[in-house]
């Protein structure tokens, strides 16, 4: 079994998005980013990515992001 930190994003209980990023992975990676279409361009999901930061920091990565495939 492997572990993966799921940060969510919801609003009056309708998800808009999540990212999935894999503590095991040598370095650890994002493994799924999903944001609705509906929510796209608000913000969802850099948000998203502002949570999984402090995790990549404490791994020691010097750049957090993931480009973008709408």
């Known amino acids: 079994m492997r572990t993966i ?6 609003r009056d209980g309708t998800l808009l ?8 992975a040598a370095p650890p990676e994002l493994d799924a980013l999903f ?3 509906d929510a796209m361009g608000a913000g ?5 990515l502002a949570q999984a930061e402090p995790f990549y920091l404490r791994e020691g990565a010097r750049r957090v992001g993931e ?4």
């Not at 998005?17 to 095991?24: I, K």
């Not at 969802?44 to 998203?48: N, P, S, T």
């Open 5 to 10: 930190l799921v940060h969510v994003a919801e």
């Open 17 to 24: 998005g999540f990212c999935a990023v894999n503590p095991a």
């Open 35 to 37: 944001v609705e279409p």
């Open 44 to 48: 969802v999901g850099r948000a998203l």
């Open 67 to 70: 480009p973008a495939d709408p």
